[in-house]
């Protein structure tokens, strides 16, 4: 029997624990001097499926990419309404829980969920999330789209080691279970 992929949240948040500003901008994130990429291309090399949800999907499309950045991998974008696939996305309106489960129970890489929001909220709520690799930004935003949405949710990690790229400091946990 093959051992049960892991879902991994893989993201940058500033000190104050903001993914972005109010408006959707991470014009602060690249202000910040990292080192090469700050380790991104390490862990791209250890997935080969991709879950966001509706809204961060959005974000990237309206980005003006010259092609979509995930089109080496397996890529799943949860949303509420009925949308046709495309040659690099398949949208799914079906119970998280079963879906990841079922995700995880395949052969294959790393699972990587991209963004936060409500997506991030539900794979908590329901301990989906096997690592979390946080890198934290020297930047204090005020306000803005947070890391982690208030709740009743409580997750207990141990430390899997950190990283420092330049000014980012990279943390690494992973469910305790």
């Known amino acids: 029997m093959s051992e049960k992929r892991n879902l991994i949240l893989f993201i940058a948040t500033s000190l104050d624990g903001y993914i972005a500003t109010e408006d959707d901008s991470l014009e602060w994130l690249f202000k910040v001097e990292g080192e090469g990429d700050n380790g991104y291309s390490e862990f791209y090399e250890t997935i080969d499926t991709v879950i966001m949800g509706k809204r961060t999907y959005d974000w990237v499309m309206e980005q003006g990419l010259k092609e979509f950045p995930y089109k080496d991998k397996k890529c799943f974008v949860f949303s509420r309404s009925q949308i046709r ?81 330049n000014q980012f400091v990279e943390l690494h946990y992973g469910l305790k279970k």
């Open 85 to 165: 696939d495309t040659n690099e996305v398949t949208f799914i309106n079906a119970d998280v829980t079963k879906f990841v489960n079922e995700l995880k129970a395949q052969e294959g890489k790393n699972i990587w969920i991209v963004g936060g929001g409500e997506l991030l909220h539900s794979f908590i709520e329901e301990k989906l999330i096997d690592e979390f690799i946080i890198t934290v930004a020297p930047t204090i935003i005020g306000k803005g789209i947070p890391l982690f949405k208030g709740g009743d949710s409580q997750l207990e990690l141990s430390l899997k080691g950190t990283r420092i790229f």
